[in-house]
């Protein structure tokens, strides 16, 4: 199955202040609909059971069902990470059969300063204050499309 992958970030994404923050879900949710894009962890929350289900908790309340998997812990930076999850969709992936159509990253780190050659054209910024914006909905639309 042909997917659009977002590879998330979740402090400074979605959750602001320690919380999650229902602006960021709802923009999240928007995103997700539009492109029917799913949901890959990138975020160090990814490593603990009780920290995914607390994501998958706020998804479900919001109404997003996404979620794909997450990245293994392969490489030096978070664009290895990305990347080796790319080409091995390793065994923490829910899903069977998949290739890759379009693919993004949101974080609030700064990735394509990071990596430029390999994040061009798939990295949306965000901020620790804000999180997901409307800024960034239009970025990651576009990226997806
Ligand atoms: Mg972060």
């Known amino acids: 199955m042909a997917l659009n992958i977002i590879f998330l970030d979740i402090d400074g994404v979605l959750c602001l202040g320690r919380k999650m923050d229902k602006n960021c879900l709802q923009h999240l949710k928007t995103i997700t609909d539009i492109t029917s894009a799913r949901i890959v962890l990138s975020s160090s929350w990814r490593f603990f059971p009780k920290s995914r289900a607390q994501i998958e908790a706020s998804f479900k309340e919001i109404g997003i069902n996404s979620l794909l998997g997450w990245t293994g812990s392969q490489g030096k930076t978070r664009v290895d990470e990305i990347y080796s999850w790319m080409k091995n969709f390793d065994n923490k992936t829910i899903e069977e059969d998949i290739i890759i159509n379009k693919w993004i990253a949101i974080d609030d780190m700064d990735l394509y300063t990071l990596d430029k050659t390999r994040m061009q054209d798939h990295f ?8 997901i914006t409307e800024e960034t909905v239009k970025e990651a639309i576009r990226l997806l499309s």
């Not at 949306?124 to 999180?131: A, D, E, K, P, W």
């Open 124 to 131: 949306v910024l965000t901020t620790l204050i804000q999180g």
